[in-house]
């Protein structure tokens, strides 16, 4: 049973709109997230991550939202590049020391120019 | 900047063949993890360990093994591979604690 679930496959923004990738998870023992971008026949890259003790973390044009109650995280995209056209997955970390990933399904983000 | 290289891009195998896929990182990390990815299925962890000849089984271990025998490389091993093994392997490092993985490039592996 997957812990971290993004249940929208797809998007598709307009270029200068925001875009906003969903994620949601089971596990209450999570307490560090991540949303990495892959790009095909390319290894994930890391975006941007937020710790269980914040509800917001921004990086230029990328934010993260966590809600914990709601075991619920979102990543808004202001603006919308034709470039960050990708797949995106989100993260979650269990444990410390032995520190063990765990991943959504991905969601493919299509901007459209 | 940190490296994780993984030997193959592409890789094509015949049903029953032993396949090594290597990975090798530079970064002194001691967490190496080994995932595949498949389509609707996202990043599924096959093994991973978090020291030398250390290993602990992930979600989805059967079919396959793994050897640690040096901080820097993390070899995934299919000890007989089948057709169900076609896809996208990739290998990550991370140091321990709160902080993000690194990926490689990928094998896209087919077996035929």
């Known amino acids: 049973d997957q812990q971290v679930k993004q249940n929208s496959p797809s998007l598709s923004v307009q270029e200068g709109r925001i875009s906003i990738l969903n994620c949601d998870y089971t596990?209450?023992?999570?307490?560090?997230f991540l949303w990495y971008k892959k790009y095909p026949a390319e290894g994930p890259t890391f975006l941007i991550s937020?710790?269980?003790?914040?509800d917001k973390n921004e990086d230029g044009r990328f934010t993260v939202f966590l809600n914990k109650s709601a075991k619920h995280l979102s990543l808004h995209i202001v603006p919308s590049q034709p470039g960050d056209s990708a797949v995106y997955f989100c993260?979650?970390?269990?444990?410390?020391?032995?520190?063990?990933?765990?991943f959504g399904s991905g969601t493919k983000l299509n901007v459209k120019p | 900047d940190v490296k994780v290289t993984q030997s193959s891009r592409y890789l094509v195998k015949r049903t029953g063949e032993k396949v090594f896929l290597e990975c090798v990182q530079d970064?002194?990390?001691?967490?190496m993890f080994w995932y595949r990815q498949d389509p609707g299925l996202g990043l599924r962890l096959i093994y991973f360990?978090?020291?030398?000849?250390?290993?602990e089984k992930g979600d989805i271990p059967e079919g396959y093994s793994v050897s640690r025998e040096k901080k820097e490389r993390f070899s995934l091993i299919l000890e007989s591979a089948s057709t169900n093994q076609t896809s996208m392997y990739l290998c990550?490092?991370?140091?321990?604690?709160?902080?993000?993985?690194?990926f490689g490039q990928g094998t896209r592996l087919t077996v035929v």
């Open positions: 596990n209450s023992m999570f307490d560090y």
């Open positions: 937020i710790s269980s003790i914040k």
């Open positions: 993260a979650a970390i269990e444990g410390y020391n032995f520190n063990k990933f765990y």
């Open positions: 990550a490092s991370s140091n321990r604690g709160r902080t993000e993985a690194f």
């Open positions: 360990s978090y020291d030398v000849k250390m290993k």
């Open positions: 970064m002194d990390h001691e967490n």
